[in-house]
């Protein structure tokens, strides 16, 4: 027979475990290049063709053009699980391929995202039609596996604790004043 007491750790554990997995698959990660850095890539973006990627940001800007998607991105460090981070200093921008047909709906401005993808090489910003910046040049990578972050609200963020009637400076709003 077997032991329930057995069966809320198992449960337990296997949570744990799922809700820790990277956001992208640990087989495109095997095969990224990860000695390879943004600055490196973005001097010389011919010279490391078709190396896999592993790169993460802020989404700029969305532009759909003749069945194709380009995602313009500032680039921000990654976190432990490919997430990126908060980070108020950026390391530039990069475009983001997608090849196959989206929701562009999904990519919104402001939008953490994380791709891995292959290096296609770069492009002038002037070659695209709505691009923030028309004199940059941009790294050009194709998504293999993009991943979406979405940020979670606390209504308490940024706000003191309730107070509660335990609380020694806690005075009720409704009661009047005391008068001497």
């Keep these: 027979m077997f032991n329930i007491f057995l069966l809320f750790p198992l449960l337990f554990l296997f949570a744990f475990i799922s809700g820790c997995a990277p956001a992208i698959s640990p087989e495109l990660r095997a095969k990224v290049d990860s000695s390879l850095t943004?600055?490196?890539?973005?001097?010389?973006?011919?010279?490391?063709?078709?190396?896999?990627?592993?790169?993460?940001?802020?989404?700029?800007?969305?532009?759909?053009?003749?069945?194709e998607t380009f995602i313009e991105v500032l680039r921000k460090p990654l976190g432990w699980r490919g997430k990126p981070k908060r980070a108020v200093a950026f390391q530039g921008k990069f475009l983001?391929?997608?090849?196959?047909?989206?929701?562009?709906?999904?990519?919104?401005?402001?939008?953490r995202i994380t791709v891995a993808g292959e290096i296609l090489g770069?492009?002038?910003g002037d070659k695209i039609e709505n691009l923030t910046d028309k004199t940059y040049?941009?790294?050009?990578?194709?998504?293999?596996?993009?991943?979406?972050?979405?940020?979670y609200f606390s209504p308490y963020s940024g706000l003191p604790p309730p107070r509660s009637p335990h609380d020694p400076y806690w005075?009720?709003?409704?009661?009047?004043?005391?008068?001497?």
């Excluded at 010279?47 to 053009?65: C, M, R």
């Excluded at 005075?171 to 001497?180: A, G, Q």
Aim: charged share 25%; glycine share 6%.
């Design 137 to 151: 040049r941009y790294p050009l990578i194709l998504s293999r596996q993009i991943h979406l972050w979405k940020d």
């Design 38 to 67: 943004f600055r490196q890539i973005h001097q010389n973006p011919d010279a490391y063709k078709t190396k896999l990627v592993l790169w993460g940001g802020e989404i700029l800007n969305v532009i759909p053009q003749h069945g």
């Design 122 to 124: 770069e492009i002038q």
């Design 171 to 180: 005075h009720d709003p409704f009661e009047r004043p005391l008068r001497f």
């Design 96 to 111: 983001i391929l997608v090849k196959e047909k989206s929701d562009l709906s999904l990519y919104k401005k402001g939008t």
